[in-house]
């Protein structure tokens, strides 16, 4: 009998089509796919290496791109090449990357993995990808991002049905980022999360940037529509619950930034275990005391 597969949260047919309809309109709404390719950018800036080969699997590859092509680690890092139609972005991971085992410097991939079935799996390919002691730098939404919106959707839809359905992305915690790299084969990994709180005149504000993101629910299985009422009342219990002073509500967001690196025998490695030359409590300056 054969492993079954990872689950199906996200359907990828339903996360093309929001990528595709909101290419028009990203612009309006790049914002935090600017700041994940800031971060991004940011941290090349302060590794002095050299990335000649380099591959980007975002969704919208141009940001990263652009932000680069204005810094001072361009003339270190080549070209980015985007790998990928917006049905294979939809879903990372899902199928073969297309590139050979040891083939990158560099792979970037920003404000995608959140969409990830299989986010081990993905990360694995990425890993593979890499030449030794090739970098990976990602970004995925986490935990925290819309909680304000889970929480006013879920109370509206109880009231108004009886019943609510998942309307927001189960997104993975911050603090699980180094362990999903180290798990995928990376060495040096590194996670760290940037939370921000963008303030919107109202709901229907905000759902028009999240469309123009592409960042609308796409859970797996029937989606049960929003009606007039519902909307109403989550609007109602945002501006309650949430709502300044001046009117406008706020949304947080949280961008998980992960860097690895594919092992190499130059890294730097832990020492055995019993290898210490010198006690905790002599490098602390405390006296040790025994029990019994």
Do not use: C
């Amino acid at each position: 009998m054969s492993a079954a597969g990872p689950p199906i949260i996200f359907d990828p047919h339903r996360r093309a089509a929001r990528l595709a309809r909101a290419s028009r309109r990203f612009g309006e709404a790049d914002f935090l796919h600017r700041r994940a390719a800031e971060n991004a950018v940011l941290s090349l800036e302060a590794t002095l290496r050299d990335f000649p080969v380099v591959v980007d699997l975002s969704a919208h590859p141009g940001v990263f791109a652009d932000l680069l092509a204005g810094s001072d680690a361009r003339g270190r890092v080549g070209e980015p090449r985007a790998v990928g139609t917006v049905a294979e972005v939809a879903d990372p991971g899902a199928a073969p990357l297309g590139l050979a085992d040891g083939s990158v410097d560099l792979i970037v991939s920003l404000m995608t993995l959140h969409w990830a079935n299989d986010l081990p799996g993905a990360l694995t390919q990425i890993r593979r990808a890499l030449k030794p002691d090739g970098l990976f730098l990602g970004t995925l939404l986490g935990a925290g991002t819309l909680k304000e919106l889970r929480g006013v959707l879920t109370e509206a839809e109880l009231e108004t049905r009886g019943g609510a359905s998942a309307r927001v992305s189960p997104f993975a915690d911050g603090f699980d980022g180094a362990g999903l790299l180290q798990r995928a084969g990376f060495a040096l990994p590194v996670a760290d999360v940037d939370r921000l709180t963008v303030r919107y005149s109202g709901l229907p504000a905000l759902v028009r940037d999240l469309r123009a993101m592409a960042e609308t629910n796409v859970l797996a299985g029937p989606l049960r529509p929003l009606n007039p009422a519902i909307v109403a009342r989550a609007a109602m219990l945002y501006a309650e619950r949430h709502g300044e002073a001046d009117g406008r509500i706020p949304a947080t967001f949280e961008i998980v930034n992960l860097a690895g690196w594919a092992p190499h025998e130059s890294q730097p490695k832990p020492l055995k275990r019993g290898s210490a030359k010198v006690r905790l409590a002599d490098a602390l300056g405390v006296t040790e005391h025994r029990e019994g």
